[in-house]
């Protein structure tokens, strides 16, 4: 089985990429955090059920607040999978 930092599993990056590129409408490579929001529904994550993906998506709101728009491209949104995963794990 191939993994990512030998942390997620292939099939999850499976589904990652399936929801990345379904919200990544215009093929750029890179979504923002309301497409970010949208990619984990997609994977059936719901944020009003969920604390730690709630907390994780307020926290990067917070931080973006203000600022020029962020962008996350796919490792980036992996990376918060894997985030949203361990937070989880520790609950």
């Given at each position: ?21 379904e919200v990544d409408q ?30 994780l998506l307020q926290n ?32």
């Amino acid at each position: 089985m191939v993994t990512i930092a030998g942390v997620i599993p292939q099939t999850v990056i499976d589904r990652c990429e399936a929801a990345f590129s379904e919200v990544d409408q215009d093929r750029c490579g890179a979504i923002d955090l309301e497409d970010l929001t949208r990619a984990f529904q997609t994977m059936g994550y719901k944020n009003s059920e969920d604390r730690a993906l709630h907390d994780l998506l307020q926290n990067l709101e917070q931080e973006f607040d203000g600022k020029t728009s962020k962008y996350f491209d796919f490792q980036e949104f992996l990376s918060l999978v894997k985030t949203r995963t361990l937070l989880l794990d520790s609950c």
